[in-house]
C-alpha cells in the first residue's frame, strides 16, 4: 500500500516569498491534516479537512496561510507571504475517516522542511 | 480538549524494558489513548492504542489505570533502533493534541 506522498522534501525561500506545499493522501481516506512541527516540538495541527470540507482551521494563521483539497484527494499548503518564524517541517498525515466514538489512526508523509532566511 | 504531561527526556540501555508515562487528568469518557513515534527526518508512526486495561500488540504494551487518568508505554527490549520521540495522545471524535513528546535515548 503506497503510504501519504508529500513534496517538495526540502525548500528555501526569502522573506516574502510565496511558498506552496503538495500532499497525496493514502487512497481511499477521507481524513487529511496539515501540521507544522517546529524543531525540538511536536506537531501542531494547522488544519483538518474531511473530503473537501474543512473539519478545523482555528490553528491556521487566515492571514497568510491557505489550503484547499479540492475533489476530496490531493492537497496543497500555501503560504503568503512567508515570515522568519514559519521555518518548520509542513506534515501531511492522513486517515480512513473520523467516525464518531473512535479515534482514527493517522498516517504521515515525510515532511517538507521549510528554510525562511 | 485534553492535553497530556510527559517526561521531556528518557536514557535506557539496549535489552532492558522502557516505561515511559504520560498524565492526562482531564481525559472525556469516549477518549482514546494512543501513542505515536518519531524518528528524525520522518513524520510520526502509530505504536499503540487503547481505551483502558491493558492493550498489547507485537511492538509495544499499553497499560491504562481503572481512572484512566494516565497510561503507560512499554517497550521490552529495546535496542539502538529504538531512540526516537515518543507522543502520548488523547484522541476523541476529531480532536487530539500532540504534546512535546519524550526523547528516548538507548544507549549500547
Known amino acids: 500500500e503506497a503510504g501519504v506522498a508529500q513534496s517538495p522534501r526540502y525548500k528555501i525561500i526569502e522573506k516574502r516569498q510565496s511558498v506552496a506545499f503538495w500532499c497525496n493522501p493514502i487512497?481511499?481516506?477521507?481524513?487529511l491534516y496539515w501540521y507544522q512541527q517546529i524543531l525540538g516540538q511536536g506537531p501542531k495541527l494547522l488544519i483538518q479537512?474531511?473530503?473537501?470540507?474543512?473539519?478545523?482551521d482555528s490553528q491556521l494563521p487566515k492571514d497568510r496561510f491557505s489550503a484547499e483539497r479540492l475533489k476530496g484527494v490531493d492537497s496543497t499548503l500555501k503560504i503568503q507571504p512567508a515570515k522568519l518564524e514559519d521555518s518548520a517541517v509542513y506534515l501531511c498525515?492522513?486517515?480512513?475517516?473520523?467516525?464518531?466514538?473512535?479515534?482514527?489512526?493517522?498516517?504521515f508523509g515525510p515532511g517538507t522542511r521549510l528554510t525562511v532566511l | 480538549l485534553a492535553k497530556t504531561t510527559q517526561p521531556i527526556s528518557m536514557d535506557s540501555y539496549e535489552g532492558q524494558e522502557v516505561n515511559i508515562t504520560c498524565s492526562h487528568n482531564?481525559?472525556?469518557?469516549?477518549?482514546?489513548i494512543t501513542w505515536y513515534q518519531q524518528f528524525p527526518s520522518q513524520g510520526p508512526r502509530f505504536i499503540i492504542q487503547?481505551?483502558?486495561t491493558k492493550v498489547t500488540n507485537e511492538v509495544a504494551s499499553l497499560f491504562i489505570p481503572a481512572d484512566r487518568k494516565s497510561s503507560t508505554l512499554s517497550l521490552p527490549r529495546v535496542s539502538l533502533s529504538d531512540t526516537a520521540v515518543y507522543y502520548c495522545?488523547?484522541?476523541?471524535?476529531?480532536?487530539?493534541?500532540f504534546g512535546s513528546g519524550t526523547k528516548l535515548n538507548v544507549k549500547p
Open positions: 495522545l488523547v484522541e476523541g471524535f476529531n480532536k487530539f493534541y
Open positions: 482531564n481525559i472525556a469518557t469516549n477518549d482514546y
Open positions: 487512497s481511499g481516506h477521507a481524513t
Open positions: 487503547g481505551y483502558k
Open positions: 479537512f474531511q473530503n473537501n470540507g474543512v473539519v478545523d
Open positions: 498525515a492522513s486517515s480512513l475517516a473520523g467516525l464518531a466514538g473512535a479515534a482514527d489512526t493517522q498516517y
